[in-house]
């Protein structure tokens, strides 16, 4: 059920595609690395404008020193930097509500809970603080709650054996036994194997209950320690082995390596480092994770292709023309103000004689002033706030 009656904006709430392929969910290692890429870029900055653009997906747009950031969230499957912008339609009453409370917000902080796939913004600003909460995992969700984690808005009403989130109720997070991978040391790891090996189960099974970076990376890991993912811990040497892997993913998501796979030039997947079971694909490399999403995002949320792309990328050649046009009025005021600057320094010591004057006579009136300074125009006094208005 939906928080409220919904129009669709420009998205078409199918699954995004990329040649033809459905995208998958990001998985929570992945979503640290995109939340690490973009707290530089927006943390501390202005929240100036929310769009939701139908299907589960929304932009942000912040403003943080001098520069315009946009934010896509896609519910489940990527919250990355964008360089494309679509045409805004008619604003949907989920929209219309989030825009009354956080725009012009100040971020005060953006993170990921714990080790679950959900962000996490801070927002302050009118005297209050918000909190915006966007699940990525089960059906996906955006709740927005109040200074004491009261619901206000929510993209979807829901029920769960342990919360419900609907307005005017308290907002519970989901409970979570995961560790954290961020920071993840050979002690951390070592304890939680021996914890495993305890266990009955498949090993990619029992991992994935402790730890949460996604079931692509924990195969690769265990495949890389000679392993089988459906098999057990035999030895202190597996283990050490599963160890050493699992601290030098944690290492990584501080420096991954984005890059995506494909076979005969279609696209198979992307991670944020080297996959064992895709070598020999063809890959591709890219500066950031936010890069990698953006371009295989950017396919499925314009309908018209390439020809939907350039309407945004000329939207962006429209706004940079703006702000050249802007630096030059500027550049045009600096010389106005230098030249002003240079007027008044030259006129220094009769405007210090002026100042020196009323502090002697501090009764003086404006024909007072006007008769003993003639080659200066006085414009005004205001003895009650010792102010001087003088034409140079």
Do not use: W
Not at 20 to 38: D, P, Q, W, Y
Not at 160 to 187: D, H, N
């Amino acid at each position: 059920m939906r928080a409220s009656s919904r129009k669709k904006g420009s998205g078409n709430g199918r699954p995004e595609q990329y040649n033809g392929v459905a995208l998958r969910e990001l998985t929570s290692s992945e979503l640290r690395v995109l939340i690490n890429e973009l707290k530089a870029k927006i943390e501390g900055g202005f929240l100036r404008k929310f769009y939701d653009l139908g299907g589960g997906a929304f932009r942000f747009g912040f403003y943080r020193e001098g520069r315009n950031v946009a934010v896509y969230c896609k519910l489940l499957i990527t919250f990355n930097e964008t360089m494309y912008v679509e045409t805004g339609g008619q604003a949907t009453q989920f929209a219309i509500a989030m825009r009354r409370r956080i725009e012009g917000l100040r971020l005060l902080r953006l993170y990921q809970h714990g080790a679950d796939r959900i962000i996490v913004m801070d927002l302050e600003g009118k005297g209050l603080q918000h909190r915006l909460i966007i699940e990525m995992f089960g059906k996906g969700n955006m709740v927005l709650v109040d200074g004491e984690g009261i619901t206000e808005l929510a993209y979807t009403l829901a029920s769960y054996r342990e919360r419900v989130v609907k307005p005017r109720t308290q907002y519970a997070l989901p409970k979570s036994s995961s560790m954290e991978i961020e920071g993840f040391g050979m002690e951390d790891a070592m304890a939680m194997l021996d914890e495993i090996r305890k266990d009955d189960g498949k090993l990619i099974s029992k991992l994935s209950r402790h730890i949460n970076i996604g079931p692509l990376y924990l195969e690769d890991i265990i495949l890389r320690a000679g392993m089988d993912p459906r098999g057990t811990i035999r030895t202190d040497k597996e283990a050490e082995a599963l160890a050493e892997g699992l601290t030098s993913f944690a290492r990584m998501i501080s420096r991954p390596e984005p890059l995506t796979y494909s076979k005969d030039g279609a696209f198979v997947d992307y991670a944020i480092a080297p996959i064992r079971k895709y070598e020999g694909l063809e890959k591709r490399e890219y500066g950031s994770l936010c890069e990698l999403l953006d371009a295989l995002h950017s396919e499925g949320r314009f309908a018209g292709g390439e020809e939907g792309k350039n309407k945004a990328l000329e939207e962006i050649d429209a706004n940079i023309k703006r702000q050249m046009e802007l630096a030059e009025q500027t550049k045009a005021d600096a010389v106005n103000y230098a030249a002003a600057a240079h007027r008044i320094f030259e006129n220094m010591n009769l405007i210090n004689s002026v100042i020196a004057y009323m502090r002697e006579n501090k009764r003086a009136t404006l024909e007072d002033v006007r008769k003993e300074f003639g080659e200066i125009k006085i414009k005004e006094i205001d003895l009650k706030n010792k102010i001087v208005k003088m034409e140079i």
